[in-house]
């Protein structure tokens, strides 16, 4: 077993911890964020019907990265970002899941983006 199998296995285990006690539904759906080594992306998902309601990351063609802007600063207006279009499908309540990453860098960023935009969690 390599270095990277053993890293995704503990993360795929904290994954499945989080899981067993955050979910979403109807009046507050689950808010999901998943970080690559380059862009950071984020959905909202109804886990009673289980599909996902809406979604953004920092690869889409209507998100500019600026060339001086860190990740840490596109991970918060992707948060905003995330926060706009939430409350125009009706959205203001939802539960953060932070997919088996430390609360902290970009995972905080965007949260703070989030709640800067109006999402409540």
């Known amino acids: 077993m390599g270095k990277t199998s053993s890293k995704l296995l503990s993360r795929r285990k904290r994954i499945a911890r989080i899981r067993k006690k955050v979910s ?6 689950r808010l999901r964020v998943f970080r690559s080594s380059v ?3 984020a959905q ?12 953004g990351s920092t ?4 998100f500019q990265i600026a060339d001086n802007e860190t990740k840490v ?4 207006r992707l948060g905003l970002l995330i926060a706009q279009r939430a409350k125009s499908h009706g959205i203001e309540k939802v539960v953060f899941d932070r997919g088996g990453y430390l609360y902290h860098g970009r995972v905080r960023s965007f ?4 709640r800067e935009g109006g999402l409540q969690f």
Not at 24 to 29: E, I
């Open 24 to 29: 979403g539904d109807v009046s507050r759906p």
């Open 39 to 41: 862009h950071f992306y």
């Open 44 to 55: 909202i998902i109804d886990d009673q019907k289980g599909y996902t309601l809406l979604s």
């Open 59 to 62: 690869s889409d063609k209507e």
């Open 73 to 76: 600063e596109s991970a918060k």
């Open 111 to 114: 949260s703070e983006g989030a």
